[in-house]
C-alpha cells in the first residue's frame, strides 16, 4: 500500500474561514483515499464543523494554532507577529516534514512573505510566482505571475518564463512547451522597456526554450502557446477579469433559462451540463507559488466549499509531478543567459 499523501490546510484563512474549508476538506477526501489532512487552527472552532463530518475526522488531524493572519494585514506584519497562526503552522508543516504541501485562502501577500521565510527560495530564485492554468479548447495555459509580485524587471520575466516551463513540462506532462511573453501586440518594438529587453534576452541568450515572442490577452484561451508570462499586476487583472467574465456568462445563460416555463424545463434537463460549462470556462481557484523549496497554493479569499476542495486536489495532484526539480534544473541556465545576453540583463536580474 502506497504511503498517504499529507496536505496542510490553513482552516482559518479566507472570507469564510472554517465554514467552508472543513465541508471542502471532506469532499476533497471522498474522491482520494490516499490524502490525508492536517488542519491548522481554533479547535474550538474547528471541532463543531468537524462533528457533522465523521469520515473526515478520521482522516485528518487537527493542530491548534489560536491566532489567524488577517485578510488586510500587511505582509511585514504577517512576519513580526505571523508565528503560531494556522497560515504560518500550515506551512512549517512542509519544512517540518509532516506534509508534501499547504493549501490557505488567506492574505496573499503575507502568504507568500511567511512562506519565502520558512521554507526559503530554490535555485538562486529572488521571489516566489502564483502561476494559473487558463482553460482553452485543446487544454490548459500555464499563466504567470498572477499577483506575487506587482513590478517586474526583465531579468524576473525571463525567471517566470523558465519556471513556468518547467511547471508546465511537469504538471501537464508536455516535453517542451511553447512560451509567449504577453504584450500590448505581437509587433519587436511594442511595449516597456522591461518586456521588450526581456523579449530579447529569451531570444538571444541561449536558453533552451521553445520560446515564440509576444502573444497577446486573446491567446491566454486560444492556445496559441502553453505558457504565457506577465507581471502580476497585468496577470492578477487579467484573471479577474476572466473570473468575472465566468460568473456573468453563467448567470446570463440561467437567466435566458428560466424566462418560460419551456426553457425553464430545459434548464432542469440541462443542470449538468450547464455546470460543466461553468466549471469549464472558469479559471482554476488555486495558484502554486512556484520557486520556494516547498509547496504552497493559494486559494482565493472567496472560495467556496467547491473552489476549496479543488485546490486540495490540485494540491495532491501537483505535489506528486516533480515540478520542483524541473525548476531548478531549468534555473540553471539562467545565469549564463543573462550574461549572454550583456550587462543591462544581468544588473536587471541582479
Known amino acids: ?11 482559518m484563512g479566507g472570507d469564510h474561514g472554517a465554514s467552508v474549508v472543513v465541508p471542502a476538506c471532506a469532499q476533497a477526501l471522498a474522491d ?67 506534509a508534501v ?38 487544454g490548459v495555459t500555464t499563466f504567470l505571475d498572477v499577483g506575487a509580485n506587482v513590478d517586474c524587471d526583465a531579468g524576473r520575466l525571463v525567471e517566470f518564463a523558465i519556471m513556468g516551463e518547467a511547471y508546465h513540462r511537469a504538471a501537464h506532462g508536455v516535453a517542451r512547451p511553447s512560451v509567449g511573453l504577453l ?28 520560446y515564440k515572442g509576444f502573444v497577446e490577452g486573446d491567446d491566454l484561451t486560444a492556445g496559441t502557446v502553453q505558457v504565457v508570462v506577465t507581471d502580476g499586476f497585468t496577470g492578477n487583472v487579467s484573471l479577474k477579469a476572466m ?20 426553457t425553464k424545463a430545459g434548464f432542469v434537463l440541462a443542470r449538468s451540463s450547464l455546470r460543466q460549462f461553468r466549471d469549464r470556462i472558469s479559471p482554476p481557484p488555486a495558484a502554486p507559488l512556484l520557486g520556494l523549496n516547498g509547496l504552497v497554493l493559494k486559494c482565493h479569499g472567496g472560495a467556496d466549499e467547491r ?15 516533480g515540478f520542483a526539480s524541473e525548476i531548478e534544473r531549468n534555473m540553471r541556465r539562467l545565469p549564463a543567459a543573462l550574461a549572454d545576453a550583456g550587462p543591462s540583463a544581468a544588473d536587471g536580474a541582479a
Open 183 to 210: 504584450n500590448v501586440g505581437s509587433e519587436e518594438m511594442k511595449g516597456h522597456e522591461e518586456v521588450r529587453e526581456a523579449n530579447r534576452i529569451l531570444r538571444e541568450g541561449g536558453i533552451d526554450l521553445d
Open 101 to 138: 504541501a499547504a493549501v490557505s485562502a488567506g492574505n496573499t501577500g503575507a502568504l507568500m512573505a511567511i512562506s519565502k521565510l520558512i521554507l526559503r527560495m530554490s535555485a538562486d530564485l529572488d521571489r516566489p510566482a502564483l502561476v494559473a492554468s487558463i482553460p482553452h479548447a485543446s
Open 243 to 262: 473570473e468575472g467574465a465566468a460568473r456573468f456568462m453563467y448567470s446570463e445563460l440561467r437567466a435566458a433559462l428560466g424566462r418560460d416555463l419551456m
Open 32 to 98: 482520494n483515499p490516499q490524502v490525508r489532512l492536517l488542519l491548522h487552527g481554533d479547535e474550538a472552532v474547528l471541532k463543531p464543523h468537524l462533528a457533522k463530518h465523521p469520515l473526515l475526522a478520521q482522516r485528518c488531524e487537527v493542530r491548534h494554532a489560536d491566532k489567524v493572519i488577517a485578510m488586510d494585514e500587511k505582509p511585514a506584519q504577517a512576519m513580526r507577529r505571523g508565528k503560531g497562526s494556522s497560515m504560518w503552522n500550515a506551512v512549517e508543516a512542509i519544512r517540518d516534514g509532516a
Open 1 to 11: 500500500m502506497s504511503q498517504p499523501l499529507v496536505i496542510s490546510v490553513d482552516a
Open 307 to 321: 473552489d476549496f476542495a479543488k485546490a486540495i486536489r490540485a494540491a495532491a495532484d501537483v505535489a506528486q509531478s
